[in-house]
T-cell receptor
């Protein structure tokens, strides 16, 4: 059974204070690891897909990295508008998507 | 505009009264899926479909039915809803299971 664990559950940062969110996973036959952003009352919004260990992707203040056991979402110099819940998910050999519980990020001005 | 449309957005119903939540996408995606989101449990996949007439159970399929008769539509059917199906539901579509998924706006269902 595929499993995804995200930590921390919640993270408070000051504007400009960089940090990282962790996603640990176990999956049979990784076909992709995903990061999504979810704002309150809305559907998740796609950020990144990573397919193999060592892969990295960047978008504005966000950078996602992948190893064989975990992924990190690095947030550099965050702004209040980065406040949201960040979700990690894996797609395994069964072609199902398994999500972690999410990290709720709050960035104070 | 590329989008996934769910209806209704909000629904309050009574135990045992059959209901359908519709989902439609305009991106010609092969893969569609349904999730429920509950506090403390996160997003859990209910059913998914890799193509027309092909559906598979996700992690929490009990009490739900789906059908995929057309590529663009993937309705979620609750034949006899119960209070433990009170939740926030999302439909999503993508080219395949391991590509970027587009999510609908969500349907907040309350079963009393």
């Amino acid at each position: 059974e595929d499993q995804v664990t995200q930590s921390p559950e919640a993270l408070r940062l000051q504007e400009g204070e960089s940090s990282s969110l962790n996603c640990s996973y176990t999956v049979s036959g990784l076909r992709g690891l995903f990061w999504y952003r979810q704002d309150p009352g809305k559907g998740p919004e796609f950020l990144f897909t990573l397919y193999s260990a060592g892969e990295e992707k960047e978008k504005e203040r966000l950078k996602a990295t992948l190893t064989k056991k975990e992924s990190f979402l690095h947030i550099t110099a965050p702004k209040p508008e980065d406040s949201a819940t960040y979700l990690c998910a894996v797609c395994g050999a069964g072609n199902m998507l398994t999500f972690g519980g999410g990290t709720r990020l709050m960035v104070k001005p | 505009e590329a989008q996934v449309t769910q209806n209704p957005r909000y629904l309050i119903t009574v135990t045992g009264k059959k209901l359908t939540v519709t989902c439609s996408q305009n991106m010609n995606h092969e893969y569609m899926s349904w999730y429920r989101q509950d506090p403390g449990l996160g997003l859990r996949q209910i059913y998914y479909s890799m193509n027309v007439e092909v559906t598979d159970k996700g992690d929490v399929p009990e009490g739900y039915k789906v059908s995929r008769k057309e590529k663009r539509n993937f309705p979620l059917i609750l034949e006899s809803p119960s209070p433990n199906q009170t939740s926030l539901y999302f439909c999503a579509s993508s080219y395949s299971g391991n590509t970027e998924a587009f999510f609908g706006q969500g349907t907040r269902l309350t079963v009393v």
